[in-house]
């Protein structure tokens, strides 16, 4: 009998020092796992080279991830304002209301990835949090998800694995780098301002609340608060008041069988007809198309 180890390729000499370290397992059906991190699903890339300012915000029931690779511009989350240059990443979570604004140029290049994918506790940390491309491994990864992209249709279910096995890995590499690095930098603090009018819409969520109300319970002006939130916000109260039951609207239009007409009430408003030109004009789709979508 030959007891010579057997010849192999220069390359694979490489696995050696791993292997032998590898002890014989107790359990030969038993390996590790985890199911903390699901693979993303129906992932939608696209590219902006335009800049583009949606003053009324958009809010929905998937995952963006902003990558900008040209011009620096600003992203509002909620109620922060996120400063964006080119070598930077933010995950926008799902429900968070947000818009752009502040291009630097005309002329941008920005990549957006959306999808969907299972709740995970992992990707909280990433939550209003920008983080740095700060390895090529980060970028690689991100290029590869590209090309694996340009490279799909519908039925290269293979090629949509691998697009799937990227984007996985790439947020994974993501939360790595987050927990072992001090993040970028914390968010901006909120507005106390800022924070009141916000309690005060959510705890009358069902009622209906004009500025004046608003100004009344905070005990300034209307037109002191009027001029504050617009410095500090950059739009305007009555359009920050329909973009909190806006996003109440398509929570619930997603989430509940309730009818449009009960979530107008839910929303505090009296009348289905206003609610549904205030929907249409912030979501650019009605109640009803929009739940079908999202259903």
Same mark, same amino acid.
């Given at each position: 009998?030959?007891?010579? $180890?057997?010849?192999?390729?220069?390359?694979? +000499?490489?696995?050696?020092?791993?292997? !032998?370290?590898?002890?014989?397992?107790? &359990? %030969?059906?038993?390996?590790?796992?985890?199911?903390?991190?699901?693979?993303?699903?129906?992932?939608? #890339?696209?590219?902006?080279?335009?800049?583009?300012?949606?003053?009324?915000?958009?809010?929905?029931?998937?995952?963006?991830?902003?990558?900008?690779?040209?011009?620096?511009? +600003?992203?509002?989350?909620?109620?922060?304002?996120?400063?964006? *240059? $080119?070598? #930077?990443?933010?995950?926008?979570?799902?429900?968070?209301?947000? *818009?752009?604004?502040? =291009? +630097?140029?005309? @002329?941008?290049?920005?990549?957006?990835?959306? =999808?969907?994918?299972?709740?995970?506790? *992992?990707?909280?940390?990433?939550?209003?949090?920008?983080?740095?491309?700060?390895?090529? @491994?980060?970028? &690689?990864?991100?290029?590869? @998800?590209?090309?694996?992209?340009?490279?799909?249709?519908?039925?290269?279910?293979?090629?949509?694995?691998?697009?799937?096995?990227?984007?996985?890995?790439?947020?994974?590499?993501? !939360?790595?780098?987050?927990?072992?690095?001090?993040?970028?930098?914390?968010?901006?603090?909120?507005?106390?301002?800022?924070?009141?009018?916000?309690?005060?819409?959510?705890?009358?969520?069902? +009622?209906?609340?004009? !500025?004046?109300?608003?100004?009344?319970?905070?005990?300034?002006?209307?037109?002191?608060?009027?001029?504050?939130? *617009?410095?500090?916000?950059?739009?305007?109260?009555?359009?920050?008041?329909?973009?909190?039951? #806006?996003?109440?609207?398509?929570?619930?239009?997603?989430? @509940?069988?309730?009818?449009?007409?009960?979530?107008?009430?839910?929303?505090?408003?009296?009348?289905? %007809?206003? %609610?549904?030109?205030? %929907?249409?004009?912030?979501?650019?789709?009605?109640?009803?198309?929009?739940?079908?979508?999202?259903?």
């Amino acid at each position: 009998m030959n007891n010579r $180890p057997i010849s192999s390729p220069i390359a694979i +000499q490489r696995l050696n020092p791993y292997a !032998v370290k590898l002890s014989r397992p107790h &359990n %030969f059906y038993a390996g590790y796992q985890t199911n903390e991190f699901a693979l993303p699903n129906n992932i939608l #890339m696209f590219h902006n080279r335009i800049a583009f300012d949606n003053h009324s915000g958009s809010a929905h029931n998937r995952y963006v991830l902003i990558v900008p690779i040209q011009t620096d511009g +600003q992203v509002i989350v909620d109620h922060t304002i996120f400063d964006l *240059r $080119p070598g #930077m990443v933010l995950l926008i979570h799902p429900w968070q209301l947000h *818009r752009y604004a502040n =291009f +630097q140029s005309e @002329t941008v290049s920005w990549l957006f990835i959306t =999808f969907d994918i299972a709740p995970s506790d *992992r990707l909280n940390c990433l939550r209003n949090k920008p983080a740095k491309l700060n390895t090529m @491994t980060l970028i &690689n990864l991100l290029e590869q @998800t590209c090309r694996h992209y340009a490279k799909l249709n519908h039925h290269q279910t293979n090629t949509i694995n691998l697009l799937r096995l990227d984007l996985a890995i790439f947020l994974q590499r993501l !939360v790595l780098q987050y927990e072992t690095t001090s993040h970028l930098h914390t968010a901006p603090q909120i507005s106390p301002l800022i924070s009141q009018v916000g309690q005060l819409v959510v705890s009358t969520m069902n +009622q209906p609340i004009s !500025v004046t109300q608003l100004a009344e319970e905070l005990a300034i002006s209307p037109s002191h608060l009027r001029n504050r939130f *617009r410095q500090e916000y950059h739009i305007g109260v009555l359009q920050y008041i329909h973009q909190l039951k #806006m996003l109440h609207a398509m929570r619930l239009l997603c989430t @509940t069988e309730l009818t449009i007409s009960q979530i107008a009430q839910h929303c505090g408003f009296n009348s289905l %007809f206003s %609610f549904s030109r205030v %929907f249409k004009r912030h979501a650019n789709i009605s109640p009803r198309a929009y739940r079908l979508l999202n259903r």
